[in-house]
């Protein structure tokens, strides 16, 4: 493969995309106004469905640098300056095994043969490893009058491996490592090389690690990755790890643990690492759940600026943000329906959405469909850290059932005039509320957990419940896997995370986490309600005592 490389670099046969915008004045979407700056963009971004890599200003105006072959690339690279822009079809997932570099001065892009895996630029060169991980590429800025050139390594990387990120004076390639003692699925070494081919390692002997993608830090030091450390195909758990860049030591963990975390419910089996960029000195991430195994919904996905040891939330619903200079951001945000995300077309990205740009106070929608996007380094050096968003509204009495549907008007003044009397411990009042029920529940009422109990029954979604009316939690089993026959609603997940309701470890029935509502967590007290014949809504009293 070293050789079939050399000679592949050595020809230099390289290929404009015919389709592409000629140089010079190209359309312009995204933002109305003056034609875009396109020798100044900021953005760039990938819509998959349409198979374009698109570009935009910071007056988010946006244009089409090129199209893309039938496998979009999952990732583009900047040069340092940002006058290329890069992006590599590797054969191994069905694309044409080329590399392909996108002039921004004339507007033109290149593709070139390549036999390799990743990319990243070292320095102003754009760097690939060749595919039998034994030696750089390196394209340089003149590229394709100025030739390419191949750089061997002092120690191969093995046919597997692949060039993660790019850096100033060098490269982060990570290789997989053969499972066996002390090595389990998918762990690997990564290494840093430099333009010389010299390999220096960034992890401790015997300790590898899981990856999926890495991005080295504006200065061009510090690194951070994704982990991917997995029990099979739908227990996959990913964590975004951070690293000085010196040599041989341990990385950091940086995995939230707040409200909005707990909320989400995608902690110790199943999560995805959904998007993670550099801000200034620190990273943004976004956590979510796993694409095809877990219910999709915008409140589980999570997204946090993380500095020098300290996490401060971003908010929930994106898929990925991005922080650039004077108070930029770019977000990429889900279809936020009831029924939770849409999810993308198989084999085309594991999620698209909505791409803005907020610029000068103003928000500008870019595009649609987009599943990866980036700032340019300059912007993204220049970002300062972000305020903290509000934390999510506390609980509260909801005005649908829990499959989304709405309730009728009279359970809902029910509903909260109950959940005012629980929250002033106002057993009396929740008695007469209750005015149809038994002694025994006015009994259980005014007992010491009665009034708590009551109120975190009362701002769960009730359930549809036959003659008996609605039932308050109406989640009493449900699996957090699609296609199933009690497949989680986002009401249901939400309650389950109200109520604390834990996994149950013994139901083997499904192949997702099953949550029951009567195994583990606080107490939950079912509530029933029913409508009288005037259509006013009554309390009649505990499902269960």
């Known amino acids: 493969m070293a050789l079939l490389l050399a000679g592949t670099i050595a020809a230099v046969g390289c290929t404009a995309d015919d389709d592409a915008p000629p140089a010079g004045p190209r359309p312009a979407t995204g933002a109305p106004g003056a034609e875009p700056e396109h020798a100044h963009p900021v953005l760039a971004f990938v819509q998959p469905q349409k198979r374009t890599v698109m570009l935009a200003d910071a007056a988010g105006r946006t244009w089409r640098a090129a199209r893309t072959g039938a496998a979009p690339p ?134 590898p690690s899981t990856f999926t993608d890495a991005l080295r830090s504006p200065d061009g030091k510090a690194l951070a990755w994704g982990t991917a450390d997995s029990g099979g195909a739908c227990w996959t758990r990913s964590t975004l790890l951070t690293h000085s860049g010196r040599t041989a030591t341990d990385p950091v963990r940086n995995l939230p643990d707040d409200l909005p975390f707990r909320r989400a419910l995608i902690g110790d089996r199943q999560r995805t690492v959904s998007s993670f960029a550099w801000a200034g000195d620190g990273v943004t991430v976004t956590y979510g759940p796993l694409q095809s195994c877990q219910v999709l919904g915008p409140d589980r996905f999570v997204s946090y600026y993380v500095r020098d040891g300290t996490r401060t939330f971003l908010g929930t619903g994106m898929l990925g943000i991005a922080l650039g200079a004077d108070g930029r951001v770019a977000r990429l945000a889900g279809d936020a329906s009831s029924l939770g995300l849409t999810r993308a077309p198989s084999g085309v990205a594991d999620f698209t959405g909505t791409l803005t740009l907020t610029s000068s106070d103003r928000n500008h929608t870019l595009a649609q469909g987009v599943s990866a996007f980036t700032f340019t380094p300059a912007e993204s050096a220049a970002a300062r850290r972000p305020a903290a968003a509000p934390q999510p509204p506390a609980p509260a009495v909801t005005s649908v059932d829990d499959h989304g549907k709405h309730l009728p008007d009279a359970v809902i003044r029910l509903a909260r005039r109950i959940e005012e009397a629980a929250v002033r411990g106002d057993t009396a009042g929740l008695v007469a509320l209750c005015g149809t029920c038994g002694a025994g529940v006015h009994e259980w009422i005014r007992g010491e957990d009665g009034p708590a109990a009551v109120l975190r029954a009362i701002r769960t979604h009730p359930g549809r419940n036959g003659a008996e009316g609605l039932m308050y939690p109406g989640l009493s089993s449900c699996v957090d896997e699609p296609g199933q026959d009690i497949t989680c609603t986002p009401q249901q997940l939400r309650d389950v995370a109200l109520l604390g309701a834990r996994p149950d470890e013994s139901h083997v029935d499904y192949g997702g986490v099953v949550y029951n509502t009567w195994g583990g967590g606080l107490v939950k007290v079912p509530l029933l309600f029913r409508t009288d014949a005037k259509g006013e809504a009554l309390w009649t009293g505990l499902a269960a005592g």
């Open 74 to 207: 999952t990732k583009v690279v900047w040069s340092p300056d940002a006058r290329r822009l890069a992006w590599l079809d590797e054969e191994s997932s069905g694309g044409t095994g080329e590399i392909h570099i996108y002039d921004v001065a004339t507007g033109k892009p290149y593709s070139q043969a390549c036999p390799c895996h990743g990319l990243g630029f070292l320095g102003e060169d754009l760097a690939t490893l060749a595919a039998d991980g034994s030696s750089l590429a390196l394209f340089p800025p003149g590229f394709p009058a100025e030739p390419a050139r191949r750089v061997p390594l002092s120690a191969g990387r093995g046919a597997y491996a692949r060039l993660a990120a790019g850096g100033p004076a060098d490269v982060v390639v990570f290789a997989p490592l053969p499972e066996g003692p002390g090595v389990t699925r998918g762990q690997g070494t990564l290494a840093a090389i430099d333009r010389r081919g010299t390999v220096r390692e960034l992890l401790p002997a015997k300790r």
